[in-house]
């Protein structure tokens, strides 16, 4: 976030203000700053650390900046002065933890620049390759929609209506509608992409109709010209079907996560869907559905971004460890079978230990029993590669387990 035309000595509280604006930078980047004297940025994410060992954390600014891991003050390079580096160390395992990056400017020259220097790591400014935003929601309203329509109205255009329209029917009784999207510039992984259509069906005498989402390979149809003759063809099967019930407009959500993560690993910025009915309905029974075109409750594309996989229980993130030391665990045998036995430090001897598979999913959680080496019951847990994740409340350990 950015926050400007305050004069300060040193960093504030930047949450209790409130940010002129505020977005995603790939790095702790201030240019997107509207002005360059009085303004202060505060950046919050995550860091991927290669390995577990000792950090060494720099900030180089003008003028004051700090640098947190978690809730731990790393660097203090606070107070009015021209570009200084200042440096700290912590001790952190290998895997994600929470940064955050305050910096002011008042007057003169506005610098930053945020460095790291570890166990396998020369130092370097952090780069945006080691950078990653926490889970975000964003919504998209689509670049364009229309519906089409069969039979005598087959080469008519309907591009500017505010509503779209599904059925399953023969010639003038048959609609479908198409929407684009623009999934370009999203940052970090989708972990969930929801279409969301604000929907109803137009007529009672019809309890539910089932309607299916399907990909469209083509993003060359224009809005203003699409019709039932020249309609593009969809690829594939549906990618999700939802039942619409009832003649009050609500929104209904279609999970097309899988799709929009393949298409952004082949580099392709835009999604086009073909939304129909799945089955034949008489009469004026059709599915009416607000569009881009509509006053308000518009259809949406929902993303989930994030860079952290999370569980069914917790995030993923990994909490810094004093530089006392680096505590860990020890598992026997390995690879192991019906039974394991862990070996913990005193002060995880009461923990909770958490089991994940290797795509990051909860599998089980059990409360250890209070002594420094414990025996556990794996035998119904299928072969295959673990995370075992013990959490004493202030920090976590983690081990790859492999059970055969």
């Known amino acids: 976030?950015?926050?400007?035309?305050?004069?300060?000595?040193?960093?504030?509280?930047?949450?209790?203000?409130?940010?002129?604006?505020?977005?995603?930078?790939?790095?702790?980047?201030?240019?997107?700053?509207?002005?360059?004297?009085?303004?202060?940025?505060?950046f919050t994410g995550y860091i991927n650390v290669p390995a577990s060992g000792v950090y060494t954390f720099y900030s180089s600014s003008d003028?004051?900046?700090?640098?947190?891991?978690?809730?731990?003050?790393?660097?203090?390079?606070?107070?009015?002065?021209?570009?200084?580096e200042a440096s700290g160390q912590i001790g952190l395992l290998a895997g994600k933890h929470a940064i955050t990056v305050d910096f002011f400017e008042q007057a003169g020259a506005e610098v930053l620049s945020v460095s790291y220097l570890g166990p396998t790591l020369?130092?370097?400014?952090?780069?945006?390759?080691?950078?990653?935003?926490?889970?975000?929601?964003?919504?998209?309203?689509?670049?364009?929609?229309?519906?089409?329509?069969?039979?005598?109205?087959?080469?008519?255009?309907?591009?500017?209506?505010n509503k779209l329209y599904t059925k399953k029917g023969t010639n003038s009784n048959s609609y479908e509608s198409y929407l684009r999207f623009d999934i370009s510039a999203i940052p970090g992984n989708v972990s969930s992409a929801k279409l969301r259509l604000y929907s109803k069906i137009s007529s009672t005498g019809v309890a539910s109709i089932p309607v299916e989402v399907l990909n469209v390979s083509s993003n060359t149809w224009q809005e203003s010209t699409i019709n039932y003759t020249n309609k593009p063809s969809p690829s594939g099967v549906a990618l999700a079907t939802v039942s619409i019930t009832g003649t009050t407009s609500r929104y209904y959500d279609w999970d097309i996560t899988q799709q929009v993560n393949a298409l952004r690993n082949a580099?392709?910025?835009?999604?086009?869907?073909?939304?129909?009915?799945?089955?034949?309905?008489?009469?004026?029974?059709?599915?009416?559905?607000?569009?881009?075109?509509?006053?308000?409750?518009?259809?949406?594309?929902?993303?989930?971004?994030?860079?952290?996989r999370i569980s069914d229980e917790e995030s993923s993130e990994q909490i810094a460890v004093p530089l006392s030391g680096i505590p860990d665990f020890t598992v026997y045998?390995?690879?192991?079978?019906?039974?394991?036995?862990?070996?913990?430090?005193?002060?995880?001897?009461?923990?909770?230990?958490?089991?994940?598979d290797l795509n990051g999913k909860w599998v089980r959680s059990i409360q250890l029993e209070g002594s420094t080496e414990q025996q556990i019951s794996i035998g119904d847990l299928e072969k295959?590669?673990?995370?075992?994740?013990?959490?004493?409340?202030?920090?976590?350990?983690?081990?790859?387990?492999?059970?055969?």
Not at 125 to 151: C, E, H, K, M, W
Not at 334 to 340: E, G, S, V
Not at 388 to 402: H, P, T, Y
Request: with cysteine.
């Open 1 to 42: 976030m950015c926050i400007r035309d305050r004069t300060w000595s040193a960093l504030p509280n930047f949450a209790a203000l409130t940010p002129v604006s505020s977005g995603v930078v790939s790095t702790f980047d201030i240019s997107p700053r509207s002005q360059n004297d009085n303004f202060g940025f505060r």
């Open 122 to 161: 020369a130092k370097q400014i952090i780069p945006a390759s080691a950078l990653f935003v926490a889970p975000q929601t964003l919504t998209r309203n689509p670049v364009a929609d229309a519906y089409v329509r069969g039979g005598n109205n087959a080469n008519t255009n309907y591009g500017s209506s």
């Open 63 to 84: 003028d004051g900046s700090k640098v947190y891991i978690g809730t731990t003050l790393v660097v203090n390079n606070d107070g009015l002065h021209a570009n200084l």
């Open 333 to 356: 045998p390995q690879p192991a079978h019906d039974y394991i036995s862990l070996v913990v430090p005193e002060e995880y001897q009461s923990s909770i230990l958490r089991i994940y």
């Open 267 to 308: 580099g392709i910025t835009s999604i086009s869907l073909l939304v129909r009915n799945t089955v034949t309905s008489s009469g004026s029974s059709r599915i009416q559905i607000n569009s881009k075109e509509a006053g308000s409750n518009k259809p949406i594309l929902s993303i989930v971004s994030t860079s952290l």
């Open 384 to 404: 295959g590669i673990y995370l075992f994740s013990i959490d004493n409340g202030s920090s976590i350990l983690r081990k790859k387990v492999i059970i055969q």
